[in-house]
């Protein structure tokens, strides 16, 4: 018996969410949140407020679900890392996620670096907080060396605010790095830093 596959969803309402939400990310360049309405947004991408409507409840509604779509984006990104050794797919992890936001630059400058939004800085963080938790727990599943004395709760809040802190000033400092060499700059300071103490 074949299992059917998701129904696709229609191009053109593909489309309007993406007019949608490019609408509501050059207001955020100009406007504060607060000063943001569905009218502005509806007038900004061309189409009526009954048609926002039809696809979010609200303004909040609207963000949590492109938040919801980032990390789902990243997720499919790590899903495609192929099997290698640990230091490798670090590297490869680190790589893949920073052309994901270099790609994305305007997105990711207005929602993490403007300080204006905090739902997609702190999606993120959980994101980094379960990657980082998964590596530390293979290292020290691995790990035939004596660990440094660090709980793992504050390696894995330093490790996930180390990394989210240098994407926002990435980002606020135009990119002056390319993701490779940052990737690589990164991937280098993670070396430096032993495994933490499974206590």
Not at 21 to 32: G, S, T
Not at 52 to 60: A, E, G, K, Q, V
Not at 163 to 188: E, H
């Amino acid at each position: 018996m074949s299992v059917k596959s998701p129904p696709r969803t229609d191009p053109r309402v593909l489309r309007t969410r993406q007019l949608i939400r490019d609408a509501f990310i050059d207001l955020l360049q100009e406007h504060e949140l607060e000063k943001i309405t569905v009218n502005r947004i509806a007038e900004r991408s061309t189409i009526s407020r009954v048609t926002f409507y039809l696809h979010y409840r609200d303004i909040p509604d609207l963000m949590e679900r492109m938040a919801d779509d980032m990390i789902n984006e990243i997720h499919s990104i790590l899903k495609e890392v192929p099997d290698q050794p640990q230091a490798e797919v670090d590297w490869t992890i680190l790589l893949r996620i920073l052309e994901h936001i270099a790609d994305n630059s305007k997105f990711y400058t207005v929602l993490l670096a403007s300080k204006r939004v905090s739902v997609f800085t702190e999606r993120l963080m959980n994101l980094m907080v379960e990657l980082i938790t998964k590596r530390a727990e293979s290292r020290i599943a691995s790990s035939t060396t004596p660990a440094v004395n660090v709980p793992n709760d504050i390696a894995i809040w330093y490790g996930s605010s180390a990394f989210i802190g240098t994407i926002v000033c990435w980002l606020r400092n135009d990119m002056p790095y390319t993701p490779l060499y940052l990737a690589k700059q990164l991937s280098l300071l993670f070396r430096l830093h032993q495994t933490p103490s499974p206590t």
